[in-house]
Nanobody, 129 residues
Framework: QVHIVESGGGLVQPGGSLRLSCVASGINLDYYTVGWFRQAPGKEREGVSCISTRDSRTYNADSVKGRFTISGDTAKNTVYLQMSSLEPEDTAVYYC??????????????????????RGQGTQVTVSS
């Protein structure tokens, strides 16, 4: 059985940092592309950072370039999202989506979760003073 579990969210002041973790079990992330997505109330889902863990290719949305860094640890079957210079506009539920064999850029652009995709429940990130 496949499980995707995110952690690391919380309340942080503007300008602060957080590191999110996405741990997978039941699948080997070497064969998948992993994306961090976020959704805020009343807003559309946004793919912010995506990675092909096998070759470490990454893609970042313009809204987070220079502030967010995605990375993978294949030994731990985990993908991280290091977020810095956080802004109130970054407030959202962040969740991890895993898809088989696609590019990071295509991953971040998906607009529909497919039947063979895996996702976690998400972790809340709130940026507020």
């Amino acid at each position: 059985q496949v499980h995707i579990v995110e952690s690391g969210g919380g309340l942080v002041q503007p300008g602060g940092s957080l590191r999110l973790s996405c741990v997978a079990s039941g699948i080997n992330l070497d064969y998948y592309t992993v994306g961090w997505f976020r959704q805020a109330p009343g807003k559309e889902r946004e793919g912010v950072s995506c990675i092909s863990t096998r070759d470490s290719r990454t893609y970042n949305a313009d809204s987070v370039k220079g502030r967010f860094t995605i990375s993978g640890d294949t030994a731990k079957n985990t993908v991280y999202l290091q977020m810095s210079s956080l802004e109130p506009e970054d407030t959202a539920v962040y969740y991890c989506l895993v898809r088989l064999r696609t590019t990071p850029q295509a991953m971040c652009a998906i607009n529909e979760i497919g039947p063979l995709d895996y996702r976690g429940q998400g972790t809340q990130v709130t940026v507020s003073s």
